[in-house]
């Protein structure tokens, strides 16, 4: 595995990083929730939720090295219909983005840490973006002539996992005392977001 980790290049890494941490600080359905837990409970309740979601951001990404592996294996041309597919649901992302009108959603939060986790679970599992994000997302940075896709996929997913992790537990936590200036800011993110969105999109038809 650590030989399949060096082998990436080092720009498409970064790359992949970048874009990772663009989707976890745009405001959504797992944003949503960890702050909603932090505002109304704390910050323990915040970072509760924040494990929940990444428990479920674990059996996407588990689920996408099984599915897609599979799939290169028995089709090879169903790598570039995974691309295609990818750059269309990012220019979808673009105009949500665009679109969106910059207003946290209320009256998600969670009560008691337990609560805050399942709910945080199953609140990304049964989330179809979420799954379709990361089955269209992270293959898009894998290369079958460096090693075997699932394992990129698991290698990848571990990355965007911990970046994620780090950034929902900040959340969780802060969220009690930054609701406001994090309202302020959603719209002016969002517009930002669907331009790199936008761009990521037509990296990935142009390649």
Same mark, same amino acid.
């Given at each position: 595995?650590?030989?399949?980790?060096?082998?990436?290049?080092?720009?498409?890494?970064?790359?992949?990083i970048?874009?990772?941490?663009?989707?976890? #600080?745009?405001?959504?359905?797992?944003f949503?929730?960890?702050?909603?837990?932090?505002?109304?409970?704390?910050?323990?309740?915040?970072?509760?939720?924040?494990?929940?979601?990444? @428990?479920? !951001?674990? !059996?996407?990404i588990?689920?996408?090295a099984?599915?897609?592996?599979?799939?290169? @294996?028995?089709?090879?041309?169903?790598?570039?219909?995974?691309?295609?597919?990818?750059?269309?649901?990012?220019?979808?992302? &673009?105009?949500?983005?665009?679109?969106?009108?910059?207003? $946290?959603?209320?009256?998600?939060? &969670?009560?008691? &840490?337990?609560?805050?986790?399942?709910?945080?679970? !199953?609140?990304?599992?049964?989330?179809?973006?979420?799954?379709?994000? #990361?089955?269209?997302? *992270?293959?898009?940075?894998?290369?079958?002539?460096?090693?075997? !896709?699932?394992?990129?996929? $698991?290698?990848?997913?571990?990355?965007?996992?911990?970046?994620?992790?780090?950034?929902?537990?900040?959340?969780?936590?802060?969220?009690?005392?930054?609701?406001?200036?994090?309202?302020?800011?959603?719209?002016?993110?969002?517009k930002?977001?669907? *331009?790199?969105?936008?761009?990521?999109?037509?990296?990935?038809?142009?390649?």
């Open positions: 595995m650590w030989e399949v980790l060096t082998a990436f290049d080092p720009v498409v890494l970064m790359a992949f970048a874009a990772g941490l663009l989707l976890n #600080i745009t405001p959504g359905a797992d949503v929730f960890v702050s909603a837990s932090g505002i109304a409970g704390g910050p323990r309740m915040g970072m509760a939720a924040a494990v929940g979601i990444n @428990l479920g !951001v674990a !059996v996407h588990a689920l996408a099984a599915g897609v592996s599979a799939l290169i @294996l028995a089709h090879p041309g169903a790598y570039d219909a995974i691309r295609y597919a990818g750059a269309a649901y990012l220019a979808w992302l &673009a105009v949500q983005a665009w679109r969106d009108d910059g207003t $946290l959603g209320a009256g998600q939060e &969670a009560r008691g &840490a337990g609560a805050a986790v399942r709910r945080g679970f !199953v609140t990304n599992v049964l989330n179809p973006k979420t799954a379709l994000f #990361i089955f269209a997302f *992270i293959p898009q940075f894998t290369d079958p002539a460096i090693g075997p !896709v699932w394992m990129q996929i $698991l290698i990848l997913g571990a990355i965007f996992m911990g970046f994620g992790m780090a950034f929902s537990l900040t959340l969780g936590a802060a969220a009690g005392l930054f609701a406001d200036a994090l309202r302020k800011r959603v719209r002016a993110l969002n930002v977001t669907a *331009i790199l969105f936008g761009g990521l999109a037509a990296r990935l038809v142009i390649d």
